[in-house]
C-alpha cells in the first residue's frame, strides 16, 4: 500500500503518528541512492572489479536464471518425498533424526503388525547389527568390505565441500533448490556411512593416492567442472558401488544411498537443458583434455581394489568397465564432452583391463569388461535403468 503523499499527520497506530511529507522524502531519498549504488555495482561488475556478488534478483524475488520449477519438482520436491531417516532405517545406529511424528507413526504401524510380520519386522540394536555382521562375513571380508566403501566414504566428505561451491554456481532458483537438497544428502551420506563401516569392527583405510589425486583434482576445478567431476565422474562411480553391494546382509541401507546418487548423477543433465554449456565450453581441447585426466585415476584405483573385491566375489574389472561406461554416458548426456567419446573410452579401457588380466591372471580368456553391469536386485537396477534407459 502507497503512503499518503499529502502534508498530513496520518495515525498507523494509537501511540504512532508519522508525517506524510517525510514519508514521501525518505521515499525520494531511497529511490535515489538505490539508483546510484546499483548503477555503481553494475558498471563495477562490467569492469571486473567486483560489484554486486550475490545472484540474486531482489526485484523477481528469485535468483539470477529465474524460478525453473520444472528443475525444483525433479530435485528438490522429489528429495523431499524420497528423504529418509537414519533412525527409521538403521535403529541400531546413535541416529536420532525422526521427528516426533514420524516416529508416532512408526509405533502405530509396528502396533499393526501380527506376530510373524513382527518377528520379520523386528527392529536391531548396535549389538545385534554387529552380531549379524559377524555371522555373515569373515574378517577378511569385512575388511574388504570396508575398504571398498571407504574410498566412497572418503568422497561423500569431498562431495559435500564440493556442492556447497556448485551451489554458488547454478542459476535458477530451481536450481539452487536442488544443489542445496545435494548438500544436506552429502552431509547426511557422509557421516551415516561413517558410522556403517566402524561397526564392522576393522580400520577405515586412508585414501588411497589414486582417491587424493581424483578428488583433489574435481575439488580445485572451476565453475561447471565441478559439476562434471563431482555428479558425473565421483557420483558415478558412488552409484556403481552401492548398486553393486546394496543387496548383501547388513548393507541394505546403500539401497538408499543409491537412490540419492541416482537423482546426483542426473542433475548435470536436467540443469544443463535448462541452461546448455556453450560450444566452446562443451568442446574446448583444454576442458576435454582436463575431464579426461579427471577419470584416469580411476584406472589404478581399479587395480588397486582388484584383491579386496576378489574377496567379495567380485571382478574389479567388471566393476571398472561398468562405471566408465556409465560414466562416459552421463557426461555425453549432459554436453561435457571428453579427449574421447564415450565409445572410445569404453574400448580403450576393456583393452587396458585385458592386458593387464593377460599379465597377472592365468589363463585368461578376452572379456568384454565395459558391457558389464555389476548393479545387483531389481529394485537397484530400476532405478538406474531411469538414468540409463537410452
Not at 545472484?55 to 524475488?61: E, G
Amino acid at each position: 500500500m502507497n503512503a499518503p503523499t499529502e502534508n498530513v499527520n496520518v495515525n498507523l497506530h494509537p501511540n504512532v503518528t508519522v508525517s506524510a511529507r517525510a514519508s514521501a522524502a525518505n521515499r525520494r531519498i531511497e529511490r535515489t541512492l538505490n539508483g546510484v549504488v546499483r548503477g555503481y555495482d553494475a558498471l563495477m561488475g562490467k569492469l571486473g572489479l567486483g560489484g554486486r556478488k550475490a545472484p540474486y534478483d531482489d526485484h523477481a524475488y528469485e535468483f539470477v536464471g529465474g524460478a525453473r520449477d520444472e528443475l525444483r519438482a525433479k530435485h528438490y520436491d522429489k528429495s523431499l518425498r524420497l528423504l529418509w531417516k537414519a533412525e527409521r532405517e538403521m535403529p541400531w545406529s546413535t541416529f536420532h533424526d525422526c521427528s516426533a511424528e514420524e516416529q508416532t507413526l512408526m509405533q502405530l504401524a509396528d502396533d499393526a503388525l501380527n506376530a510373524a510380520e513382527r518377528a520379520q519386522m523386528q527392529r536391531i540394536g548396535s549389538a545385534e547389527y554387529k552380531a549379524l555382521l559377524d555371522r555373515s562375513y569373515t574378517r577378511e571380508e569385512k575388511e574388504a568390505i570396508v575398504q571398498v566403501l571407504s574410498a566412497i566414504g572418503h568422497g561423500e566428505a569431498y562431495a559435500w565441500l564440493v556442492s556447497t561451491e556448485v551451489l554458488m554456481n547454478v542459476k535458477s532458483t530451481g536450481a539452487k533448490a536442488a544443489l542445496t537438497m545435494q548438500v544436506l544428502e552429502e552431509a547426511k551420506h557422509f557421516v551415516v556411512l561413517r558410522e556403517l563401516l566402524r561397526a564392522f569392527d576393522v580400520p577405515v583405510p586412508r585414501q588411497s593416492v589414486w582417491e587424493y589425486l581424483l578428488l583433489e583434482q574435481v575439488y580445485k576445478a572451476r565453475g561447471l567442472e565441478k559439476l562434471f567431476g563431482m555428479n558425473v565422474l565421483v557420483e558415478g562411480i558412488a552409484l556403481s558401488l552401492f548398486g553393486m553391494l546394496g543387496d548383501r546382509p547388513g548393507l541394505e541401507v546403500l539401497g538408499l544411498f543409491h537412490l540419492d546418487e541416482s537423482r546426483h548423477t542426473a542433475l548435470p543433465i536436467n540443469y544443463l537443458k535448462e541452461f546448455p554449456l556453450t560450444r566452446w565450453q562443451s568442446r574446448n581441447p583444454l576442458s576435454r583434455v582436463h575431464r579426461l585426466s579427471l577419470v584416469l585415476p580411476t584406472l589404478p584405483l581399479v587395480f588397486l581394489l582388484e584383491e579386496p573385491l576378489a574377496r567379495l566375489g567380485i571382478d574389479s574389472f567388471a566393476l571398472g568397465g561398468s562405471v566408465l561406461r556409465k560414466v562416459g554416458y552421463l557426461a555425453e548426456r549432459a554436453g561435457f564432452d571428453l579427449a574421447i567419446d564415450a565409445h572410445q573410452l569404453a574400448s580403450s579401457v576393456n583393452w587396458v583391463f585385458n592386458a593387464y588380466a593377460k599379465r597377472t591372471r592365468a589363463g585368461h580368456v578376452w572379456s568384454d569388461y565395459h558391457l558389464a553391469d555389476t548393479t545387483v536386485g531389481s529394485a537397484l537396477k530400476e532405478v538406474e535403468r531411469e538414468i540409463f534407459a537410452a
